[in-house]
């Protein structure tokens, strides 16, 4: 047999237990805010039709970046990118029996053929957090403060990131009202301020200056420098301050606030990627200098659950990827000591396997977790086996102890050392 | 926009939550029992190269079944029809690094290209439970002795399931030793030996009787139908019954007698359908009449981690899927009532949803999980989209209510009402 590959899947990654602590410390987080917030789990496959991404998500998705494949039936499926087209699938195939509003999560893995790099994973976890059936503020208030929540559980503070808002609605007036843009015209200025931080000013202006035709240059550029001052609603020109699409805003900021979501600000230029928002849009954005980038962001998207042929429901939502969020708590010391999973780790003195076990036996059905060395070896070697492998308590079980039923067990932090009975190591471990 | 369909890939279930819940009962089950043996969460990517299963997993399954195709990288990869070519990937990797003996587990999806039916889909969670390092009997015992804790823990009683136990070992002894056929005959019996279930007697004997070469017939037969009618270890021919692979056997129900695993039985007709194992075998089946058949199962392979050019690791371990046991709650009744982990339904009455969105939300600080209901609708309409929903109790919010800061806190179950305040309703919701 020819030797084979060690290696995962280029830009997916292998967990071994030590990183899989940490990924289910992030989920293990996620869940806790999302149910707090009434929201429950669902997911649904990773593979899907290509047809519900054509059109929704976006086109560089789509085109360059989807593992998509012929199946042995002749059906053409996709390794989901993204998880909205699938749970707005799911409400549309329910829509009349299900409860409103609905509020869903769920924690799958996308698949996004790019170049990997840090912070991107062709295969990555992205929390999906939904709610359908409300068009009101109400919504997005609600999910803005849950990603809010988040944070806050994660141990984050305001100076570490900051909630960008903005409105579909206000971009779109803006185009055709204020700068009074055609539909083309509109499309690249708006993928202009999305890449608006990545550029000088001045290559902003100029890239700006020739989407304008040659009679709206001067004018166009003067409102766009009013326009990208604005560090409030309260600075916006007034044809766009009177509009219902601030308003709203408004209106949101205002509950944010009575809601202490501290870390929102507005934003004008904050657009986002995907073709199907509607209105709101929000981005979280880490403070750190050295990271100062986009995390993750959402918004409302009320069309989409419709293009399954069903009447369209209001629904706000965002995801979340790992891998933004595990360099966040890195590079803000954020990240917990984690410990293994085991509680103890039995390590045998002399032949006392077959009693050892008995010992083990019991303390598993008194809810302790337990590993117990299999090996012959010295207990040096096994203690060594056990620090390895980050169990948090040692064991020690030889003749002595097994007479007297009393076991020393020690703590690896502390190193402070017990002598305690089966049922007294049971009451002592399960609650450290 | 074409109507697109609302339904999931054929053989790959939307899980809404509901459903979620269920198969989180599952999941929780099995890794409070991995983890109380002392076995960490790994995972591992689904997207693997195929030469990972080539010559490893079964033909068929590499054939005809897997989900196969070529990324855009030009690498032919598989989603991984299942997951013990990955583990041994992961542990030949970092051979040198790890402390032994390894305990992992992980609950990954798999994916096989099958006809659907019950308890059979194309995507389908699993189970994985390995322990590398240890080549003695003890390994076994632990391996066994854990898949019986996870049927326990499940609530299934010894009437409910069966664990037999075979060696592949003695299999081979079998076949070159007292049956004496050569390697090609050997394969044949033993495919043969794998179906015996579904074959009626005579048909058995029919096909058996192919096998032997002719001057073999008389004498084959008759050692085959010995074989066949042996109960026990104890019944077997005595050319087998002095072989190092039976006392070894005999050795490993000896512990499984001592550690209470008595659903354990020894079958010489079990085999498995993988090439990999290499020594004790054994598979869990449902004593359920009317399902009668094999759940899950594993054993030995000490010659996997080796085929990626490091020197073999001794390993046992199991893989068990969710719809089989999911098949096997539901038939013997064992499957408890799920609610939603939304503790809390708040309905407002008359205009009180800004103080009742206060009153959640100190809910939430204190660890309940809320739900509001944010519509504008009557209450018996939020009455019954919680009821919908599952979610155990109900807070009824009006402007009497708000005055005296005391709350109605109705259980749906028992209908029971009770009268409290925010911190009241904390300590108590949070417990039931």
Redesign the interface.
């Known amino acids: 047999?020819?030797?084979?590959?060690?290696?995962?899947?280029?830009g997916?990654?292998?967990?071994?237990?030590e990183?899989?602590?940490l990924?289910?410390y992030i989920f293990n987080t996620w869940k806790k805010v999302c149910?707090?917030?009434?929201?429950?789990?669902?997911?649904?496959?990773?593979?899907?039709?290509i047809?519900?991404y054509t059109?929704k998500t976006s086109d560089e998705i789509v085109n360059e970046q989807t593992?998509s494949?012929?199946?042995?039936?002749g059906?053409t499926?996709v390794m989901r990118p993204e998880m909205t087209p699938s749970v707005s699938?799911?409400v549309?195939?329910?829509r009349q029996e299900?409860?409103?509003?609905i509020?869903?999560y769920s924690i799958p893995?996308c698949?996004r053929?790019e170049r990997p790099q840090r912070g991107r994973n062709r295969?990555f976890w992205q929390l999906n957090v939904d709610i359908f059936?409300?068009g009101?503020v109400?919504?997005d208030l609600?999910i803005i403060s849950l990603a809010n929540?988040i944070m806050k559980q994660f141990g984050a503070t305001d100076e570490m990131f900051q909630i960008k808002v903005n409105s579909r609605k206000l971009i779109n007036l803006i185009m055709s009202q204020y700068l009074e843009l055609d539909a083309n015209q509109a499309k690249q200025m708006v993928r202009l301020f999305d890449k608006k931080d990545k550029l000088k000013p001045e290559d902003f202006a100029e890239q700006a200056k020739v989407i304008f035709k040659d009679d709206q240059q001067k004018s166009g550029l003067e409102k766009l420098r009013i326009l990208l001052n604005a560090q409030s609603l309260a600075d916006l020109p007034e044809i766009l301050r009177d509009s219902q699409a601030v308003k709203e805003v408004q209106v949101l900021f205002t509950l944010l606030g009575e809601?202490e979501v501290t870390a929102a600000t507005f934003d004008i230029t904050l657009m986002r990627g995907f073709d199907y928002y509607t209105d709101i849009v929000f981005e979280v954005f880490d403070l750190d200098p050295e990271n100062n980038r986009s995390m993750f962001g959402g918004g409302r998207y009320d069309g989409l659950v419709g293009?399954?042929?069903v009447d369209p429901i209001a629904t706000v939502g965002f995801g979340m990827g790992d891998a933004p969020i595990e360099n966040f708590l890195e590079s803000h010391n954020l990240l917990p000591k984690l410990q293994?999973?085991?509680d103890l780790?039995a390590i045998t003195i002399g032949d006392t396997?077959k009693e050892a076990?008995d010992i083990v036996?019991q303390l598993?059905l008194a809810?302790?977790?337990?590993?117990?060395?299999?090996?012959d070896r010295k207990p040096d070697k096994q203690i060594?086996?056990?620090l390895?492998?980050g169990?948090p308590n040692l064991l020690f079980i030889g003749e002595e102890e097994l007479k007297h039923q009393k076991f020393i067990v020690r703590n690896v932090e502390s190193q402070k050392e017990d002598t305690l009975s089966v049922e007294e190591i049971a009451k002592n471990v399960s609650t450290t």
């Open positions: 047999m020819a030797k084979l590959s060690t290696q995962s899947y280029k997916a990654r292998d967990f071994y237990p990183d899989k602590r990924q289910n149910e707090q917030y009434g929201y429950e789990e669902y997911t649904a496959p990773v593979l899907e039709p047809e519900l059109s593992y494949f012929t199946d042995r039936g059906r499926v699938r799911m549309a195939a329910r299900l409860a409103y509003p509020r869903w893995d698949w053929y295969q059936g409300i009101t109400d919504a609600e929540a809601h293009a399954f042929g293994s999973t085991t780790y396997l076990q036996r598993r809810g302790v977790n337990v590993a117990i060395d299999l090996t060594k086996a056990a390895k492998m169990v």
